[in-house]
């Protein structure tokens, strides 16, 4: 690989005692404890919220044994000496056939009907032949075909749910089709998030020479908004210490965590550091990766506080590989594996040893239709619409010193969040 380009917003990569990508998030995990305050909603309220209780089901789904098709029901055993079975009556969803069934009957049935007592097979009408009230059915008919069984996709006394579950709208489905009206679940955590910097002008106004929009709280916004939390903005901070020191103190006796941009690096502003110091606890501010370095990650009180670097495209990053998880534990949701896929990149990437690299690409079909990933254009730590145009991390790794075209690596899909 050859030269980096001039432009990294991250130049130097030996500084000492920095952590390592694994050990700041197990650090992080490791401290974090979940909310225990719950309540009660409604199942469309809950969408998005983090199962308190284990869901068994209280009936089987589906309740009864029904047609899986439009066609015929009949028991089996009777085919085998005829292909020819009188129909005598109708079976429709929500209208069950009642009568008792004779030998050499069938029941015309509409899919969702109970198979009426006697039946055990179904077929479908396109393969039967009609003559009057005689019905001519094909060979090679199975016994049981088309017949969709009680409890054959939630039985009655099983788990549906186990508690820390976040809940989909397909749970929502499933908690309706076992009469489940209400639930328990974590409350959604309170999020304190500000962003700090003398050069920050709030969308609206107009900017004077040095000033530029303040994009992160709107990025932070975005992206807490996807999770289910109430989302308290605390606004600009101005690089003051008096300042940040009232903002902190404020925000722990309001909030689950909180989190703030910029002001953590060791410029003359940086001022985070030294505050969370003085009112709370610093556990450590450096990570060996890019973006992302500084993240000062420490507590007020008992309430977790993340200092992001300023960076636009940091800030995401540390969010999604810190922040993220730490909000899911705390909010009581289960632990999950992260997702991480192997793809051939089309190109090749520029990376020096040292930091883990998480690149901006995009995962996409090639001419041929086999899956690669691709950079999603610059990459430096300033670059928001690398974010904007990506759908992936591409992961490299502190001993990575650049990936040729067609290597294959590491991508970890961005899940619904950016
Ligand atoms: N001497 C050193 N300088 C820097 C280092 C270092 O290790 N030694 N690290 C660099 C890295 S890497 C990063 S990342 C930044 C992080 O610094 P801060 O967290 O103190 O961030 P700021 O200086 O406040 O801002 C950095 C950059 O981002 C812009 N910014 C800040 N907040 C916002 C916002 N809300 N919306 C949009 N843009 C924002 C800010 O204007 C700066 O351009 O430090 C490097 N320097
Ligand atoms: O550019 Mo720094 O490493 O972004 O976070």
């Keep these: 690989m050859s030269e980096l380009p001039a432009n990294d917003s991250c130049a130097s990569d030996e500084l000492p005692s920095v952590l390592r990508v694994d050990a700041a998030r197990e650090a992080i995990l490791s401290v974090i404890q979940p909310i225990t305050a719950v309540q009660k909603s409604p199942i469309r309220l809950a969408l998005n919220h983090v199962l308190a209780e284990a869901i068994l089901s209280p009936v089987n789904v589906p309740p009864f044994d029904n047609s899986a098709m439009d066609g015929y029901a009949f028991a089996c055993a009777d085919l085998k000496t005829t292909a020819k079975l009188t129909m005598a009556g109708k079976a429709l969803a929500g209208q069950p056939y009642t009568e008792r069934l004779h030998a050499g009957e069938c029941i015309r049935i509409m899919t969702g009907a109970v198979i009426p007592a006697g039946c055990d097979t179904v ?43 976040r809940l989909q709208a397909a749970d929502l489905g499933s908690l309706a089709a076992i009469g489940v009206a209400e639930l328990t679940t974590y409350r959604p955590l309170r999020v304190a998030f500000f962003s700090t910097g003398d050069e920050l002008k709030p969308i609206g106004q107009s900017l004077n020479p040095g000033d530029i929009y303040d994009s992160n709280r709107y990025t932070l916004f975005g992206m807490l908004a996807r999770l289910h939390v109430e989302p308290i903005d605390l606004g600009v901070v101005p690089d003051q210490p008096d300042a940040l020191r009232q903002v902190l103190s404020d925000a722990a006796t309001k909030a689950d965590v909180i989190i703030s941009s910029g002001g953590v690096s060791v410029g003359e502003a940086d001022f985070v550091k030294s505050v969370l110091q003085q009112i709370g606890q610093v556990n450590f501010w450096k990570i060996a990766m890019k973006p992302g370095r500084p993240l000062a990650f420490g507590h007020i009180k008992s309430v977790p506080f ?49 930091r883990f690299e998480f690149q901006r690409g995009i995962i996409d079909y090639d001419a041929q239709g086999q899956l690669h990933v691709r950079l999603a254009g610059k990459q430096g730590s300033g670059i928001l619409s690398s974010m904007s145009r990506a759908n992936c991390f591409i992961l490299l790794d502190e001993t990575c010193q650049g990936v040729a075209a067609g290597d294959t690596v590491t991508v970890q899909p961005f899940a619904g969040l950016i």
């Design 123 to 165: 077929v479908m009408q396109e393969q039967v032949t009609v003559e009057d009230d005689l019905i001519t059915f094909p060979a090679n008919v199975i016994a049981g075909q088309n017949v969709r069984r009680a409890g054959e996709d939630m039985a009655k006394g099983t788990s549906v749910f186990e508690a820390g579950r």
């Design 306 to 354: 993340f200092g992001l670097p300023g960076n636009p495209v940091s800030v995401m990053v540390t969010f999604y590989q810190f922040v993220l998880p730490a909000l899911l534990k705390l909010a009581g949701q289960n632990a999950e594996k992260p997702f991480h896929i192997q793809v051939k990149t089309s190109e090749s990437i520029i990376k020096r040893s040292g």
